[in-house]
């Protein structure tokens, strides 16, 4: 036992400091690094739901979104009229100082943190209470209709977009915007990744497993199935919320449809990549998110135009071929290797009834 | 928000006409869906881009030079072997599979319309003139297009033609015992596979009539295909499967619904009100089940 614990202790150790030491080593690619990080997050919270309590959503997109405009709209509104400043690219007139902008960024994650977890648990109870593909359909609606309610709403600058504030301009280091970013998107990646294993050793996870394999007999166990689910919903609403918050800051300009609710490109994406891992483990998600990380970054720029069809065969494949992703070809394959015990000779009475 | 609607009565008349003629269009699509639904049992997101696929089928004849309205022949033609490729390649895949998988799948198959539809049509908005003129009503303060008079008077023949169908023809009787049971209908010597196949086709061809009708009603776009994949949810959802005048009710109620909200709440919003008016739906849905302690499912 001690000897797993101390190579996991490697293991991690060895990623924190390559993480760390990522944007000096590749100081080139540090805006496809804080991508990396935001997609991982994004990936494993999905699981939380779609993997572990067996709630495809795809509606996580609404508080992401919901995050990056609160971060902005706070980031700005605590210092100037939030109105004019999207009524007519506010960044020219109003410049925030640094302090102005650390302060504000600050508590703008805060909100954006908060406020989409209590949305989910406000909106959960009705939402949670449907199963399967209407969850599904519900959430697709959810994450649309936000998109385009918010793209009607002049003061976070309806269809033209919202700027967000500007890095502070005296800070002279060019570097230290990515960084800034990066740090930020890596703190949140480390945060979310030792609150996700938490739970993979804890009960709440057991229960959100209950849930998925059969929720009626979870019930009549006696687990209020109700209070996990929404309490699973709000974990996820919060970490969504900080990765959108880091991600309208980085991108620099939020669109109501193209960049925040995104559900065409981000919300597919995380259900994508958590697919692609294997859905219901700890790694897969993050395995799944570098690898299509990787797969977009590489082909995107290749086939120029013709990325949208690539990404829509690119569904159709894992989905059809691959739904139990990476870790469930490895599980299938090495079944010793994540503790499966297998009797061979029970398997060979089955191969030969077939 | 200003409320002109309640201030003038001829408004209201106009918008629930517009409203009616528009939810028959819609009725025709989730006719299709509630079709494939209950014969095969998958959700199929990429509904709406097969509407505007069937709708650029028509454009493309105007484009020809010939009249759009031919569009309502030749479109589900062309559409009724789309939907079969598409069947072969990727829906007999995911038809006995868990829903969740055929969104997925169809939602997949919904980019690479879009996109393509994109490279080949441009991401112009675009309408085919019928030139059919418009009819005026009550001292002319309200105008009804013919060609939405003509297209909802379509959408009713076909669906008519299509229930006969079903309830008279070989196929119709293959279709409806496999919706009622599929192994009991393949150990009787029905070839589901091929059932499915012709199923999914008949539902692309429906899909290509309210395509080539919308091609002259509405406007066209590459992008605009999810709106009616979830209309069409919508009113199957309410309307139930395999119940056809549930469906052209809820269809009509849909198409008032959108144009009162398109009046009251401003155009900006329309897109946003039906997809509200979705999660309502289920929301309302989840809780008059839950009082019986059941669940949608």
Redesign the interface.
Same mark, same amino acid.
């Given at each position: 036992m001690n000897k797993v614990k101390q190579k996991d202790l490697i293991l991690y150790s060895g990623l924190i400091i390559l993480g760390l030491a990522a944007p000096y080593l590749f100081s080139a690619f540090k805006v496809q690094l804080t991508y990396l990080c935001v997609l991982i997050v994004l990936a494993m919270t999905w699981n939380l739901q779609g993997g572990e309590m067996g709630y495809?959503t795809f509606g996580n997109i609404l508080f992401y979104g919901l995050g990056m405009y609160l971060t902005a709209s706070v980031q700005v509104g605590m210092f100037f009229p939030l109105a004019e400043w999207t009524e007519s690219g506010g960044e020219k007139t109003f410049v925030h100082t640094t302090a102005q902008y650390f302060q504000g960024i600050c508590v703008g994650l805060l909100v954006s943190a908060i406020i989409p977890a209590i949305i989910a648990g406000a909106i959960g109870y009705?939402?949670l209470?449907?199963?399967?593909?209407?969850f599904?359909?519900?959430t697709?609606?959810?994450g649309?209709?936000a998109g385009?309610?918010a793209?009607?709403i002049e003061i976070i600058g309806?269809?033209q977009g919202f700027t967000t504030p500007p890095f502070p301009a005296e800070i002279v280091d060019t570097e230290a915007r990515g960084k800034f970013f990066y740090f930020l998107s890596f703190a949140l990646l480390v945060g979310t990744f030792i609150f996700v294993k938490y739970i993979y050793g804890s009960r709440f996870r057991l229960i959100l497993n209950a849930i998925r394999d059969n929720e009626d007999k979870a019930e009549a166990m006696g687990i209020q199935t109700m209070k996990y689910k929404i309490v699973g919903w709000m974990c996820s609403a919060f970490f969504c919320g900080l990765a959108g918050g880091i991600m309208g800051g980085l991108i620099g300009y939020i669109d109501s449809t193209d960049v925040a609710f995104d559900g065409?490109e981000m919300g !597919?994406f995380m =259900?994508l990549m958590a697919?692609l891992g294997g859905k219901g483990t700890l790694w897969g998600p993050v395995i799944g998110a570098t690898l299509f990380h990787f797969f977009k970054e590489g082909l995107w720029t290749l086939i120029l135009?013709?990325q949208?069809?690539a990404?829509?065969?690119?569904? !159709?494949v894992i =989905?059809?071929?691959f739904?139990e992703g990476l870790m469930g070809w490895l599980r299938e394959k090495y079944p010793e290797r994540f503790g499966e015990v297998i009797d061979e000779k029970d398997r060979k009475a089955q191969v030969e009834l077939k | 928000m200003d409320f002109l609607i309640f201030k003038a009565p001829m408004l209201m008349v106009q918008a629930s006409l517009d409203g009616i003629l528009l939810g028959i269009l819609f009725a025709l699509i989730a006719y299709g869906m509630a079709l494939q639904w209950g014969v095969m049992n998958i959700i199929n997101i990429a509904q709406g881009d097969l509407v505007i696929l069937g709708g650029y089928i028509a454009y493309t004849i105007y484009l020809w030079g010939i009249h759009p309205a031919w569009g309502v022949i030749i479109s589900p033609i062309i559409m009724f072997f789309v939907g079969w490729i598409l069947y072969k390649l990727v829906i007999n895949k995911v038809v006995d599979r868990d829903l969740f998988i055929s969104i997925l799948a169809t939602f997949g198959i919904a980019i690479v319309f879009q996109q393509l539809m994109n490279f080949i049509f441009g991401a112009d908005v675009v309408v085919a003139q019928s030139e059919y003129g418009t009819t005026m009503l009550f001292d002319n303060s309200v105008t009804l297009p013919n060609s939405k008079i003509f297209s909802a008077f379509i959408s009713v023949l076909y669906a008519i033609a299509l229930v006969i169908y079903m309830r008279k023809s070989k196929l119709g009787r293959a279709i409806r015992a496999t919706a009622q049971n599929a192994r009991a209908a393949k150990i009787l010597g029905v070839d589901t596979e091929k059932v499915y196949a012709a199923t999914f086709g008949i539902n692309a061809a429906l899909c290509g009539i309210a395509g080539a009708l919308i091609s002259i009603t509405l406007t066209l776009h590459p992008y605009v295909g999810l709106p009616y994949t979830v209309r069409s949810f919508m009113i199957v959802i309410v309307a139930g499967l395999g119940n056809l005048p549930a469906v052209a009710v809820s269809g009509m109620g849909l198409g008032l619904f959108e144009e009162f909200a398109d009046y009251i709440l401003g155009t900006e919003f329309r897109i946003g009100a039906v997809f509200m008016l979705l999660v309502l739906i289920l929301v309302y849905r989840r809780f008059k089940l839950s009082k019986k302690r059941e669940y949608l499912k």
């Open positions: 495809n009705a939402i209470g449907l199963r399967g593909h209407y599904a359909i519900c697709l609606g959810l649309i209709a385009e309610i793209g009607g309806a269809g065409r !597919v =259900v697919i135009g013709w949208y069809v990404l829509g065969v690119l569904i !159709v =989905v059809v071929y739904p | -």
